[in-house]
Nanobody, 124 residues
């Protein structure tokens, strides 16, 4: 069992920045990735970014690439999502997730554990 808690969401103006954190606890699978997903009103959950266990490998969806940076402090069991140049279309509930297995994965159904989400609202 793994528990994930996101934090750092809030209300920002377009062009602003936020840094989300995801603290993991419990029986974390060695080698597991951490994914960031988001769900906007009226939309399905979508991938934002993924980071490997070591932090050496990252993946970003096209909308996040160049603006968002995912990082990981494995010793602290914490992953971060730095979001810059935020746009109103980034408004969503952001979730972190991990899996009971090693290796990078990119689909929501490949993840086993999810946080409660943190709201990000970007005003125009």
């Amino acid at each position: 069992q793994v528990q994930l808690v996101e934090s750092g969401g809030g209300l920002v103006q377009a062009g602003g920045s936020l840094r989300l954190s995801c603290a993991a606890s419990g029986r974390i699978f060695s080698g597991s990735p951490m994914g960031w997903f988001r769900r906007a009103p009226g939309k399905e959950r979508e991938l934002v970014a993924v980071i490997s266990w070591s932090g050496a490998f990252t993946y970003y969806t096209d909308s996040a690439k160049g603006r968002f940076t995912v990082s990981r402090d494995t010793a602290k069991n914490t992953v971060y999502l730095q979001m810059n140049s935020l746009k109103p279309e980034d408004t969503a509930v952001y979730y972190c997730a991990t899996r009971a297995g090693a290796g990078m994965t990119y689909r929501p159904d490949e993840y086993d554990y999810w946080g409660q989400g943190t709201q990000v609202t970007v005003s125009s």
